[in-house]
Each structure stands twice: as structure tokens, then as C-alpha cells.
């Protein structure tokens, strides 16, 4: 039960029926619940009744104070008297969307207000962040920052505020409070244990504490993000932390202390956590201690491990996603598109599972919630919580795999990846298109090796397998999204020369001996990693893609349905909205594609089968003599042109002849050539026809999804055929697996 709930239920508040309008029912005062800052009143209200024990008549809330010769206006105050003579807590309340400057800009309002008022002490919330204040009896006014405010009859407040299994919010305790009624000297200062909270209020936690770290152009966002990355690494370091029943989080503010011994505590723990960790960070805190001090404010009341998984993936991917997009220019797969990949695969955890472009770890960390809810099916969480946790955190650890050529994006994917609660170690920072003797070349590395290069190069961004297990013909699946609409160019990458995509095969309908292969000036990285995915893949393995529909529709792209016809079985072809990515700032009309590696045997079949078949078509079509028998032709009207132009101008040489005929030549090497081709096409016509015939014949799924869950704007629309897709296609990959062996 909420704070809200509880407060109607216990007769504190009460709402109209459109709950636009609360009601505080002591003091009898009506006020606008659709103000934002109404809602942090009334649970700021309800907490210190509720939590902090405070009597209901020892509260007033919009309480007039004089400053000067303005009358300003109180939120809440609290007496520590019956009569309301005596103030004790001044209270200040903001809305959540508020910026760190504002937010300090309040603070002084309220210690202001409780100077006027003769408050012993300060409370300044957005219910996002909570600052609290003792104000000193005597002259100056110095501000003395707390770790709380005291509950009902405490007369001395406790160094710090949350420790393990300490008093928490839960629905048991909120219904059973007692609303105090006299101060008891013999209650002790309760402690709190960390928060759960909802994605909303985590999603306004990551972009308000980025932002003051940015503080709006003081630092750039892009250190800022890495900055505050190594804060929550410590967070969540902390919360994983051994400790008994009643001890003190680190990661949290201490009465009595200075800025920097928190920041010493908070370097302590990173310390910690770098030598677990290695790979997530490889330099230091850089931040002040006064700026360290900032973020812990933020963080140290929730709890990030037992906050809902779901939850805090989506926080953390609509902040990833807003800054991202701003800096970087990244456009992240919507999770809808990548759950509905994840889902229809038959991915377990035995399976080995590679993104070769894995941005901020998405693909991976549904594939990990995958095999995390396949746990369930075999283990009970709680009573086998060790066998649940080895079954889902195994495959997170040996099996999940990223490749991300991006150094911040791919310490940000780490980061999303320990958030989810593991699978980061196998996160590395490279191009993902680096040829195949690079991989092995780094597979047969050995610890020492890798050690030695580590510390050669600390920019390095890799896991502690480094390159070892990222082995050609080694990877069950791999689900990605490579980028679009870049090209790789000779000039630029020396590994191109080694993508059979990348070459220009010699036109079969060639008829010079002199046709020879040759290197495409560029090639795009979307289909660069078609065959990048096919070396990494295990016979039989599957890759699910995100593509341009250009790969599937333009002709001038044939040579790379060609070349898929041969690496893959083709298995499904999902065509998306063309809204699927105008959210995320990308309005390419693309499609998912399924594909299952062939087995070598079979890719080497087709190839053999296509050649054959295109000189079947040559030789029953009498190609070459044809062709040359018109080119003789050609010469032959040519030369008739020459002659008719001699005998009519004796007197020509043959430059004037040359341009007396260019007009009548140029026709017929235009008919000549417009003959050529339309018997290639015919021949292709007939190849295609033949290639239908021969090569096996094998279903493909096929579907369009219009409505895949928001619209252009990333609204949720309510309506998710791909939920519906993802259900039937997953029957047909399990029959494919099943007949097609």
C-alpha cells in the first residue's frame, strides 16, 4: 500500500472523485492535486506522519513567515509543541523535474525560512533528491548538513541514515503505523533500508544527476556520463557489498564529515570494485568532492540491485537514449524490435550469443532476462535461489558476448549490462568488422600475453578474456543491428580486401578472357557484417539483423541476395514499419531478417549448382557465338558506312570520313549494344527460372508489421503485432530445427 493509500485510509487526506483536488483533513485545506509540487507536499506530508511519527496537530502546512517587510509562504512546518509556538522543522517543497541549481536555489529559501522562524532544523525535498539541515542555536547561522531530520522524540540524531535490513517502506509498516501521539524518550532513531523505486523516478535520477555534472556546458556531457558511470558503478558496488544486519551503507553522507572524506569513502569502494572489475573502468575518479557529494545525494537512498529489472533497463536506455542521440548521434534498437528477436529464437543457456554492434547492450541484456526467466522453469528462486542463480549468471558470464566500436558506448553497455546484475565482462571496445586473422590471432592469446598488452595500452576497453573467445565458427546465435548508411572504404580499413562483399565478381555474361575480380572502392558496413556474422557462426547457427529494405529490393544489390543465398537458409523476412526508428531520430525503412548458416557442404553445393547452371544457360543459348556473330555484324554496317562515305567524298581522309559516319555508327553500336542486352536479360530471365528449379525449395516466413507498439513519436499505440509474429515465427525456427537437419 502507498503513502497515498495509507494517508486516506488512516483519515489524513482525502480526494474528490476525479482526484483532481486533495484535501488535508486536520487543517481542513483543499488544494490543487494536479500541481506537481502538490504531490511532493501531500507524500512529504504523509512521511512525516507516517514515517517520522510526528502528531497530526503538531504540523501546519502553507504557514505565512515574515521576511522583512514581505510575507513569503511555508510549505509545512512541524512544532514541537501542542500550541504550534515552537517551530522545529521547517519543510520546503519542489516539484521532481527540477534542475540542480533550482533545487539549491530552494535550499536557501528554506534555510531562510527556518532562520525567520527559529526552526532547529531543514528539510528541502523534490522527492527526487532530499537535503536536510541543522540550524545552530547561536549567531552565525552556519549551515550544518545531516544525514536526516529527527523522527518523533528523538533528541539526537544518528550519524547516517540507511543500513542493511534497517526500517523500510514496505505495505506491512505503512498499515500498521501507530500515528504517535506524545514523544517517547526512549525511542531510538530508526534507520532506513535503501529504496525501490519506479522507472520514472530512476529515469529523473540518472538525467538530473547528469546534468548537474554537465551543469550546462561547465563540463563536457560526454566526461560528465562517464563520470557518473563510475558513481553508479560504486552504488551498486556498495548495495553488493557483504555486510551484517544493521551495518551502514557506504555510499550515503555522514553527520559530522567533510565532503572529501566522502569522497575517500566512495574512492575506496571504486578501488574495490577495479580490482573485481578491471575492464568497466581504467581511470579514476576525477570528480570534486563537493560534485561527489551531488550525485551520492541522488543515489543514496534507492536501491538499484533489487529495484525491477525491467524498470531500471528502460530508466537507464530512455536516459542512454536522450544523450546519446544529442552526442553521439547513436539510434538504439526500440526494445520492442529487440524483444520480439530475443523471443523468437530458441536461445538457452547453453547457447553462445554474439552482437557484433551491441551499442549499450540491449540485444544482450534481453537475451540474458531470456535465460533468466528460463531459470524459473527449473529452479525456484527462493528456495533454490544458488542452482536459479549459477543456471542464468553462467551463460551471463561465458556464453553473452558484445562487440561494440565505440569506447564510451561500450563502457555504457558494461555499466547497463552490471545495472541488469552481470554479463559485463564479455563487452568489448573494437570494430567489429576486423577480419578473421585478427580474431584468432587474439584466440590463441595467452593470460600473460593479454596482461602484458593490457598494461601497454589502459585506454583499452576489453574483458578479462580479451579476444580469446571470440572465435570464428564458434557462436550458436547473433542477434544485432549494425549500423546503416556508412561505408567502409579501401583507402580507410586494409581489412576490407578480405569480405568476398567487397569484391566485384566478374559478370558471368562476360565474353572477355581478360575479366577479372576487382575491389570495390567501398562497400556499406550493413552488408560487410552479413558475412562478418557468417564467419563468426557455427554451422546451423542463427543471425537475426536488423537491415535497410534497399538489401532486399535493389537491383544494383543482387550480388548480395546472391551471396546470402549461399551463406544462409533463408528463414524469415519481418518487414517494420517505416516508423519503426523516426522515434530515436533514424527514418530508414527497414526490415528484420532471420537467417540460418548453411553447413560448408551445402553453401559449396549452391555454389557449384549457380555456376553450372548459368553455363547450361550459356551453352543452350549458344551465348558466345552469338554474341560474336553480332559484334561481326556490327563491324560489317560499320564498314558498309566507311565505304558508302569514301565513295560518295574520294577526297576524304579518314578523320573526315570518322566524323561524316559518327552520327549512323553511333546507331548502330547503340542497336548492337541494346541487342546485347536484351539477350542478357533474357539469359538472366532463364538463369533464374533454371535456379528456382534446381536449388532446393524451402519455406520462408514471411510477415509485415504496421502496428509494432508506439507510433512516429514513441507513443505507445497499444497494439503489438509483433508479439503475435514473434509467437508464430518461433514455431516455425523450432520445426525448421527439427526437419531440416
Known sequence: MSLIDTGIEKGLIRFDEERNFITYIHQNKKRNYNNPEEKVQAETFLTLVLIYGYPENRIKQFIPVQMGSETKEADIAVYSDDDCHETYILVECK??????????????????????????????????????????????????????????????????????????????????????????????????????????????????????????????????????????????WDEKHPRKTGDPYDFQIFRDEDPEDLLNRVKKIYAVGEKEAPEVFKDGITLSAQETLTIVKYFQRINLNKTDLDSKGKAFETFMGSYFRGDFGQYFTPRPIVKFIVDSLPITHKARVLDTSCGSGGFLLYALDKVREQANEFYDPIKNEKDHYKHWHDFAEKNLFGIEINDQIARTAKMNMIIHDDGHTNVIACDGLLSGD????????????????????????????????????????????????????????????????????????????????????????????????????????YIAVVIPDGILTNSSLQYVRDNIEEMYRIVAVVSMPQTAFSATGAGVKSSVLFLRKHKNKQSEKISNQKAKLK??????????????????????????LEDAAKKKNPKANKKEITEMIQADKSAVQ????????????????????????????????????????????????????????????????????????
Open 438 to 541: 585478427y580474431w584468432e590471432a587474439k584466440s590463441n592469446e595467452t593470460k600473460e600475453d593479454f596482461e602484458r598488452r593490457e598494461l601497454h595500452n589502459k585506454n583499452t576497453v576489453q574483458g578479462k578474456t580479451g579476444h580469446k573467445e571470440f572465435k570464428n565458427n564458434s557462436f550458436d546465435f547473433i542477434i544485432t543491428n549494425p549500423p546503416f548508411g556508412s561505408s567502409i572504404k579501401q583507402t580507410e580499413k586494409a581489412y576490407i580486401h578480405q569480405y568476398n562483399l567487397a569484391v566485384k565478381e566478374v559478370d558471368w555474361l562476360n565474353t572477355t578472357s581478360s575479366g577479372k575480380a576487382a575491389l570495390r572502392d567501398s562497400q556499406s558496413t550493413e552488408v560487410l557484417f552479413l558475412e562478418q556474422c557468417h564467419k563468426f557462426l557455427i554451422e546451423q547457427g
Open 615 to 640: 553455363e547450361d544457360v550459356k551453352t543452350e543459348s549458344n551465348y558466345i557465338a552469338t554474341i560474336e556473330k553480332w559484334d561481326k555484324e556490327k563491324a560489317t554496317a560499320i564498314k558498309k
Open 95 to 236: 516539484k521532481e523535474d527540477l534542475t540542480d541549481q533550482q533545487f539549491n536555489i530552494a535550499v536557501d529559501q528554506a534555510y531562510s525560512y527556518a532562520v525567520a522562524e527559529g526552526a532547529k532544523y531543514v528539510w528541502t525535498t523534490s522527492r527526487i533528491k532530499n537535503q536536510y539541515y541543522e540550524v545552530p542555536d547561536k549567531k552565525p547561522k552556519s549551515r550544518i548538513e545531516i544525514p536526516d531530520i529527527p523522527q518523533f522524540g528523538i533528541n539526537k540524531l544518528a550519524p547516517y541514515k540507511y543500513v542493511k535490513g534497517g526500517f523500510s517502506q514496505t505495505e506491512t509498516e505503512l498499515t500498521e503505523t501507530n500515528i504517535a501521539s506524545e514523544p517517547d524518550p526512549n525511542v531510538k532513531q530508526k534507520f532506513f533500508e535503501l529504496q525501490v523505486v519506479s522507472e520514472s523516478e530512476l529515469t529523473k535520477i540518472f538525467i538530473q544527476s547528469h546534468q548537474a555534472l554537465w551543469g550546462g556546458g561547465q563540463r563536457n556531457p560526454s566526461v560528465a556520463f562517464d563520470e557518473l558511470d563510475k558513481l553508479i558503478f560504486c552504488k551498486i
Open 670 to 741: 547503340s542497336a548492337f549494344t541494346d541487342k546485347v542486352n536484351l539477350f542478357k536479360e533474357e539469359l538472366t530471365e532463364k538463369y533464374f527460372l533454371a535456379k528456382q528449379n534446381a536449388l532446393d525449395d524451402y519455406p520462408i516466413f514471411m510477415a509485415i508489421a504496421e502496428d509494432i507498439g508506439y507510433d512516429a513519436t514513441g507513443r505507445n499505440t497499444n497494439n503489438n503485432e509483433l508479439t503475435e509474429i514473434g509467437i508464430e515465427l518461433s514455431k516455425f525456427i523450432a520445426h525448421i530445427n527439427k526437419t531440416e537437419k
